[in-house]
């Protein structure tokens, strides 16, 4: 008898290119390391009219199907150049040096026709969402943990029978390890019209970090003989903002905030924020894999010091990102006009689309 459990379980999602229609997950460098997952299905009811001559409703009319896309998983510095690239829409890749290559995924206007299948094996049955789009995903960096990411999205059906994927059994991981790890994180804060940025002078370094990342899409039904919806667009402006926690509201010693974000709040500073992480040496070369996350023109949204007692006054402040005319000093000039860009430096010399 098949029995349903976590352990075990394997997910695997690679590039669509049909609205509705299922590609190939179950094959090499497909398969994604997760923690949890919810690809629920929900589907509204309107109670039959006739129900009201009767003591107990009758059979519902069903609406239309809503499927959710949501996992959380480790970040890792390979294995999740899709994952992030469709909520920006913009992917290039360059070679660094022989055998390293850098992903650049920054904003764009049009994500049309990027999207995704996603499967699960859940023991009974494999759970397959023929098209998926992620809509954002929210990084969570805290102090002696792995770095987490969770996404979100929508897609357009669940199935557990009629799939293309039937098995991932041939759904391999591109990696077990390689987790971006908060001791290798480091973070530079500074105002926009300084000077090239440094990690050491300009570092500010936070017991907790939150990277939120969001590109509203539509979610429409119209009339083709089918209650799944048609393929979202974006529909308003992207957001990404960084929620910063620090432990202590003091000036020494370096790296904790003072006054820095409440002055910038008060006199509506423009800044420049880079984090970056460096992990392991890219086998067979002398570069590391690399996360670099950028925001070119960011303003402080909240600033706050809030006693609570006796104990340390922890500050917590939100960043977010606006868009720019031009990239400011020490930031590439491949960024462009976002509020946000990302960068990941690994071995893979494909562009996820």
């Known amino acids: ?23 190939l997950v179950n094959k090499a460098n497909a398969g994604i390391e997760y923690l949890s997952e919810d690809f ?8 039959d009219d006739a129900s009201v001559s009767r003591s107990w409703p009758g059979n519902p009319i069903y609406g239309n199907r809503m499927v959710n896309v949501a996992f959380r998983a480790y970040l890792r510095y390979l294995g999740f150049e899709y994952v992030l690239a469709q909520v920006l829409g913009s992917a290039q890749v360059s070679a660094i040096a022989t055998g390293v290559y850098a992903h650049k995924y920054s904003y764009t206007a049009d ?17 397959e969402i023929p098209s998926a789009k992620l809509s954002g995903y929210t990084v969570t960096m805290q102090a002696g943990r792995p770095t987490e990411i969770q996404t979100r999205g929508f897609g357009t059906d669940s199935k557990t029978t009629g799939q293309r994927n039937t098995s991932l059994a041939a759904a391999t991981f591109r990696t ?17 019209g300084t000077g090239a940025p440094s990690f050491i002078a300009d ?3 936070p017991s907790a970090n939150e990277l939120t ?32 926690t620090f432990p ?33 040496t890219i086998p067979g070369t002398s570069q590391r894999y690399r996360l670099d996350v950028y925001f070119p023109n960011a303003f402080v949204q909240t600033a706050s010091a809030a006693i609570g007692g006796p104990a340390a006054i922890p500050v917590e402040t939100t960043i977010t990102g606006k868009s720019t005319s031009s990239v400011p000093t020490g930031f590439p000039a491949w960024i462009g006009g976002g509020g946000y860009a990302i960068k990941i430096t690994n071995n893979i010399a494909t562009a996820p689309f």
Do not use: C
């Open 176 to 192: 077990e390890g390689l987790h971006v790890l908060w001791r290798e994180l480091k973070m530079t804060v500074q105002a926009r």
């Open 40 to 47: 629920g299905v929900a589907i509204p009811e309107f109670i």
């Open 213 to 244: 990342s969001d590109r509203p899409l539509s979610q429409h039904w119209v009339m083709n003989n089918s209650d799944q919806m048609i393929e979202p667009i974006i529909d308003g402006a992207p957001n990404a903002t960084m929620r910063l």
């Open 248 to 280: 202590r509201y003091a000036t020494a010693p370096a790296g904790t905030p003072g006054n820095f974000f409440f002055e910038s709040a008060q006199n509506n500073t423009a800044l420049k924020v880079w984090l970056r992480g460096i992990g392991p």
């Open 203 to 205: 570092s500010y370094q």
């Open 111 to 127: 994500i049309t026709g990027v999207m995704a299948t996603l499967a699960v094996n859940k023991g009974v049955s494999i759970h």
């Open 1 to 23: 008898m098949a029995r349903g459990a976590g352990i075990g379980s394997k997910m695997a999602l690679a590039r669509a290119t049909t609205w509705g229609t299922a590609t």
